[in-house]
RNA sequence: GGCCCUAUCGUCUAGUGGCUAGGACAAUGCCCUUUCACGGCAUAAACAGGGGUUCGAUCCCCCUUGGGGCUACCA
């Protein structure tokens, strides 16, 4: 049977990294056993539920490059479904309409609590005859209850192995607020049914949901799937990471600069390793290599210091047109309007780049020189003089380039005998502060490259009026 | 409280019935070097505790402890 699996988030808050971690998971694990990955929205929660939240989660999906391969289907949209199945346990007997109030409800755990009793529902909606039913659903509000068997669900985890549960304690269970206003444990079974899914793969905190979603499956005659429970991501507080805090959305990553391959490359790595010592992993080779088997048992506190590690891997890996195109939304406009001075900033920073975010204001100075104060340009204990002196010469000999391939090797060889005979601090500080501004910056010769010719002489100029004035 | 899951360096992890317990991030030091990065080379850093099983346990079993999740008319 085709490996069919889905990801089934409810748009209550943006998408966070332990959702996108659970749906990586699952892409991952339908794209290597050549299956299929679905898009669920469980949108059954109509006070939390919001179309932002849902835009936000398709939206960022996409960049990531986490696709469904069939149409997304919406919980709200399949009342009708869960209204039928809702009918079905009805009429066999298998649920049934409870009209307890929730004051009724609390008292009742209240009292059992206080009698050291294990709190579950009393069951005694369980037994209301026909003519009574009737009346009373005319006139209060009713829900809908599983009636549990009692005994030991077992079932066994791809992760965990074999896991069970005594249904004992939990009592009857709520799974609808109405025939068509069903709660999580119906609607996912139906919709899993339906959407023919072979393997359930989600976070550990489904883990005791899923007895109840058995015993659903069991009710309605469906088909059991195949259950893995992943380890939850954990915040430095070893608390699992929540999407009610706005902290860790996704959208923060992507507009701080993450690149997505490096973002789904430090998720993969939170609770699956591949069978070398390699980290650096493109989206490729994570489908090529992901095994199930090979998930860890236990919750993983993410780092972000190996994130920014991965970022700058997954950077420098990349060729510099494509950051490029990476880099435009996080730079001003007007540096855009020389395009191949943009392009070689990119090329000389590619290497140096933790985030695209940084390349802004690390690369500031290539477009405007900074205010800086003549100090900073001779070099340790040499004098002004040494300077101008060594500045100048290094002006003739950038004059005298006649290459169009600005600087040339002959350029830059000539530049580096003069500053053997000089002392290389003596002669490449200074050229490199005049052309930066900066008291540290790439090296002079990528400077140069990037300035170009005519503002590598300008800015050289500059410094020597600077060291003239206060000389 | 109850139920369930879980336990190797600070963090992510590899690993096996017998290993000097391996790698990565972070940290520290040194080297490279005009600066800052990068890079290179080192250093420090872990099998939670107690019982078993065994010739031998980090590894298998049990208990304790720690951590986490769930315990909604949320998902």
Same mark, same amino acid.
């Given at each position: 049977m085709d490996v069919r699996v889905r990801f089934a988030p409810s748009p209550t808050g943006f998408l966070h990294l332990g959702g996108v971690r659970t749906a990586l998971f699952n892409w991952l694990f339908a794209r290597n056993e050549g299956g299929k990955f679905l898009l669920r929205i469980e949108d059954t929660d109509k006070e939390r539920s919001e179309k932002?939240?849902?835009?936000?989660?398709? $939206?960022?999906?996409?960049?990531?490059?986490?696709?469904?391969? +069939?149409?997304?289907?919406? $919980?709200?949209?399949?009342?009708?479904?869960?209204?039928?199945?809702?009918?079905?346990?009805?009429?066999?007997?298998?649920?049934?309409?409870?009209?307890?109030?929730?004051?009724?409800? +609390?008292?009742?755990?209240?009292? $059992?609590?206080?009698?050291?009793?294990?709190?579950?529902?009393?069951?005694?909606?369980?037994?209301?005859?026909k003519e009574n039913l009737e009346i009373k659903l005319k006139s209060s509000s009713a829900v809908i209850r599983l009636? !549990? *068997?009692? #005994?030991?669900?077992?079932?066994?985890? !791809?992760?965990?192995?074999?896991?069970?549960?005594?249904?004992?304690?939990? &009592?009857?269970i709520i799974i609808a607020k109405g025939l068509r206003e069903p709660l999580y444990n119906l609607a996912v079974v139906v919709d899993d049914e339906e959407q023919r899914i072979t393997h359930v793969i989600r976070g550990e905190e489904h883990l005791s949901n899923t007895p109840k979603q058995i015993v659903i499956q069991e009710a309605l005659g469906f088909p059991l799937v195949t259950y893995a429970h992943l380890p939850l991501i954990l915040g430095a507080d070893k608390k699992k990471l929540s999407k009610r805090f706005l902290t860790n959305s996704l959208s923060d990553y992507?507009?701080? &600069?993450?690149?997505?391959?490096?973002?789904?490359?430090?998720?993969? /790595?939170?609770?699956?390793?591949?069978? +070398?010592?390699?980290?650096?992993?493109?989206?490729?080779e994570m489908v090529n290599e992901f095994a199930i088997k090979r998930v860890q048992k236990a919750g993983a506190v993410f780092n972000p210091e190996k994130l920014d590690w991965l970022n700058f891997m997954h950077i420098r890996a990349m060729d510099s047109e494509e950051l490029s195109k990476n880099l435009i939304p996080f730079v001003p406009t007007d540096?855009?309007? =020389?395009?191949?001075?943009?392009?070689?900033?990119?090329?000389?920073?590619? =290497? #140096? /780049?933790?985030?695209?975010? @940084?390349?802004?204001?690390?690369?500031?100075?290539?477009?405007?020189?900074p205010e800086y104060k003549v100090e900073t340009i001779p070099w340790k204990d040499t004098t002004q003089?040494?300077?101008?002196?060594?500045?100048?010469?290094?002006?003739?000999?950038?004059?005298?380039?006649?290459?169009?391939?600005?600087?040339?090797?002959?350029?830059? @060889?000539?530049?580096?005998?003069?500053?053997?005979?000089?002392?290389?601090?003596?002669?490449?500080?200074?050229? #490199?502060?005049?052309?930066?501004? !900066?008291?540290?910056? *790439?090296?002079?010769?990528? /400077?140069?490259?990037?300035? &170009? #010719?005519?503002?590598?002489i300008e800015r050289i100029n500059i410094a020597l009026r600077k060291l003239e004035v206060s000389s």
């Open positions: 932002r939240f849902e835009d936000d989660i398709l $939206q960022n999906l996409e960049w990531l490059g986490i696709v469904p391969d +069939e149409p997304i289907i919406r $919980q709200t949209d399949r009342l009708d479904a869960y209204e039928k199945f809702l009918k079905q346990l009805l009429e066999e007997n298998k649920a049934y309409y409870c009209f307890c109030s929730s004051k009724e409800l +609390e008292e009742e755990y209240q009292a $059992q609590l206080s009698q050291g009793i294990i709190p579950k529902y009393s069951g005694k909606c369980k037994n209301i005859s009636k !549990m *068997p009692e #005994r030991i669900i077992s079932f066994s985890d !791809m992760i965990r192995g074999k896991v069970e549960f005594d249904t004992k304690l939990f &009592g009857d992507k507009n701080k &600069g993450y690149l997505p391959s490096a973002v789904l490359n430090f998720l993969v /790595l939170l609770g699956w390793h591949p069978k +070398e010592d390699r980290e650096v992993l493109s989206i490729f540096w855009l309007s =020389d395009s191949a001075k943009f392009n070689r900033s990119v090329i000389i920073s590619k =290497d #140096r /780049l933790k985030n695209l975010c @940084d390349f802004q204001n690390d690369s500031k100075f290539i477009f405007t020189l003089q040494d300077a101008i002196k060594n500045l100048k010469n290094i002006l003739d000999l950038i004059k005298n380039e006649i290459d169009e391939n600005f600087p040339s090797t002959e350029l830059k @060889d000539a530049i580096l005998k003069f500053a053997d005979e000089e002392g290389r601090g003596n002669v490449l500080w200074p050229l #490199r502060t005049a052309l930066s501004g !900066m008291e540290s910056s *790439p090296g002079p010769t990528d /400077l140069l490259y990037v300035l &170009g #010719r005519a503002e590598s």
